[in-house]
Structure formats: structure tokens, C-alpha cells
């Protein structure tokens, strides 16, 4: 029967060869297979495309991801649950937290908060739901080398946590080239799952794909890489329940007469991959906002916060708090 078959080695076309062959390109569970494209099946495993596509088929039906009723659709999102900020400003901004099963991107220029905020999520996963948090570890992939675990223990011990115990919970990779940033995630899905990872962050997203396709011929196949990339941690996030933040950049938006001069880098592809969007921007009196810019159901509205040793909090600009 379907439900015992737990090992890729029990699916139908799967022999100790192949499953070795999976095994060493990572995939080592029904899941993986089930959400991998047939063509990496192809590549990465060196399988031929007659197999490919039996095991992909034979691990979909064991798991039964093709067809759902819509109320399977309704229970999975009843599964759905929300990661605090520690700040209601924040929160309230994302409809009651950061939601799993998506990938929740944060947009802004230098200094506007977007590692502070990835550093505090990774705090504040690890915490009991009933204090805002997912139970879970965090999966932490650096491009840029600016993750501070002397920041997270300070941000912990200021929440009167035990630091030790919270870096212990976050999983560290620095990752120093596009293809490194996709083979690291081509891997996640085997340490989410035995990990129990709730946060899975990307600090920041493009940083690597900017610096190495220069020029306007490149654009395409960076643009087709990234998409995979982005793809991938989304089913990543649905498989496994967890929630995946991305950070991006801004770029200047020449087309832009009126209002911001600038956009989120990426293009289409980032703009279609993101579930939501926030931007952040530096505000007066040292304070930062952030703004809903593209969201599936969450209406526009900003939020102020600011950075303190604690991480992120709620924050109000002095003109109104006196009011
Ligand atoms: P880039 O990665 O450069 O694009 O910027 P970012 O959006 O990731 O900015 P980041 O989250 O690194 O925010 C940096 C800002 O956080 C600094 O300008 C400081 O104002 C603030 N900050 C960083 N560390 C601390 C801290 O320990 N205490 C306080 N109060 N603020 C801090
Ligand atoms: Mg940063």
C-alpha cells in the first residue's frame, strides 16, 4: 500500500543503483522527488528521462500531490501559522505575523533594517507558540557575510532568553557564489526536514546573481536561474510548512517621474515569486518604516519600527505620539 512506503528505494522504478545515484544528488526522501523538475531529475542525478519522469510520477501518487479537493486546499492553509516580529506594528502590518508556506520578501537600501529583522525572526522562531513563535530551528543562508551571532546573543539575552541555547538553533550557511547559494538550497529540503526548520532566510537573495551577470546578454539566463532558485524555496515553504524570507535590494527606477525614485531589483521573476512584499525604508528621528507593496490579500498600510538592542520594536514618529 501507498502509506508504507516510506524509502525511495520502495518506489516503483527505484533500485539500489538509482537510489544512490538520488541519494548523492540529495534527494533522499519521497517528498523531494515528488517537488523536484524532471529536468533536475535529469541533470543532477543522471537519470534518463523515461526514468525521470516514472519516479517523479510514482512519487507524486504516493504522496498525492496532484489533485486536491478545494477543502484539502482549505485544511492545508488551516495548517498555516504566523511568526511574531515582537512588534504589533509589524505584526498587524502582516495580517497577525509572517505566514509559512510563502516566501515573505523584505526590499530596502542599506541600513533600512532588512538583516536586523532576519536576525530577530531567527530568534523568535525558536520560541513557544504561544509566544509568538514557530518551535522550530532556522535555517540562516548568508551571501553577504553580514549575519552577527554576537548581535543575535545580544538581541537574546535582551529578550531574556538563553543566548546560548538560541544560537544553537540557527543553522549557518555563508555561501559565496550564485552557484553555491543554489546548491545550498538544492540541499535544504533534506536538513528542513530533519532539522525541524520553521524560518528558512536568504540574506540577501541577489546580491551574487547581480554581481556575476553583468550586462544585458547575461540577463536572461540569470533571470531563468534565479526563477528556479525562488521556486524552489517556495515548495521548500509549502512541503515542509515553514516560512521563507528573502531580502532584496533597491535599484534606481529611471522610469519613476513621481513619487519613490526607486524599485526592488530582480524584475518579474523576484515580483512573481514573492507571496509578499514589504519595503523598508530609514525615516526621521532615526525611526524605520515599513510598507506592504505587493501582497496576494494584505491591504497596503506601513508600519513604523525601530532597531535597539532587543532587535526590532514598535516604534511611533513624535508628532503623533504627542498628539
Ligand atoms: P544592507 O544589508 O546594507 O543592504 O542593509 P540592511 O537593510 O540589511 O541593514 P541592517 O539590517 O544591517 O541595518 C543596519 C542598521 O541597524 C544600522 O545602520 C544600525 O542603525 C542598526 N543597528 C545594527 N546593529 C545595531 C545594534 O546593535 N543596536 C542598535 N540599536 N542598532 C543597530
Ligand atoms: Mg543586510
Redesign the pocket.
Known amino acids: 500500500m501507498a502509506e508504507a512506503i516510506v524509502d525511495i528505494q520502495d518506489l516503483n522504478g527505484v533500485g539500489p543503483v538509482t537510489a544512490n545515484k538520488l541519494r548523492e544528488a540529495g534527494y533522499d526522501s519521497i517528498a523531494s522527488l515528488a517537488i523536484a523538475p524532471i529536468r533536475e531529475l535529469i541533470d543532477k542525478a543522471g537519470l534518463e528521462n523515461s526514468v525521470a519522469l516514472k519516479i517523479s510520477r510514482a512519487a507524486r501518487e504516493t504522496i498525492q500531490t496532484d489533485f486536491i479537493t478545494a477543502k484539502q486546499l482549505y485544511e492545508r492553509r488551516k495548517d498555516l501559522q504566523r511568526l511574531s516580529f515582537a512588534s504589533s506594528n509589524l505584526d498587524k502590518l502582516l495580517g497577525g505575523g509572517l505566514e509559512t508556506q510563502a516566501i515573505t520578501e523584505?526590499v530596502?537600501?542599506?541600513?533600512?533594517?532588512?538583516?536586523?529583522?532576519?536576525m530577530k525572526l531567527s530568534v523568535i522562531t525558536q520560541l513557544p507558540a504561544k509566544d509568538g513563535g514557530l518551535e522550530g530551528k532556522v535555517l540562516f543562508i548568508d551571501t553577504?557575510g553580514?549575519f552577527a551571532a554576537q548581535?543575535v546573543y545580544?538581541m537574546a539575552t535582551a529578550m531574556q532568553l538563553d543566548p546560548e541555547k538560541i544560537l544553537d538553533g540557527i543553522i549557518y550557511s555563508r555561501v559565496y557564489n550564485s552557484d553555491h547559494q543554489i546548491l545550498t538550497v538544492d540541499h535544504a529540503f533534506k536538513i528542513c526536514q530533519e532539522e525541524k526548520i520553521k524560518l528558512l532566510v536568504v540574506?540577501?537573495i541577489l546580491s551574487h546573481f547581480r554581481g556575476e551577470y553583468i550586462g544585458r546578454e547575461s540577463l536572461s539566463e540569470r533571470q531563468q536561474r534565479l526563477n528556479s532558485h525562488l521556486h524552489k524555496l517556495l515548495r521548500i515553504a509549502q512541503a515542509l510548512n515553514l516560512a521563507v524570507v528573502i531580502?532584496n535590494?533597491v535599484q534606481a527606477n529611471p522610469q519613476a517621474f513621481f513619487g519613490d525614485p526607486t524599485r526592488p531589483a530582480g524584475g518579474n521573476i523576484l515580483a512573481h515569486a514573492s507571496t509578499h512584499r514589504v519595503m523598508?525604508k530609514k525615516a526621521s528621528q532615526?525611526l524605520r518604516v515599513a510598507k506592504i507593496i505587493d501582497s496576494p490579500y494584505l491591504p497596503e498600510s506601513e508600519a513604523y519600527f525601530q532597531?535597539?538592542?532587543k532587535g526590532v520594536e514598535d516604534a511611533a514618529p513624535k508628532n503623533r505620539r504627542d498628539d
Open positions: 523584505f530596502g537600501e542599506f541600513g533600512a533594517g532588512k538583516s536586523q529583522i532576519c553577504e553580514t548581535r545580544q540574506d540577501s531580502t535590494q523598508l532615526g532597531i535597539t538592542e
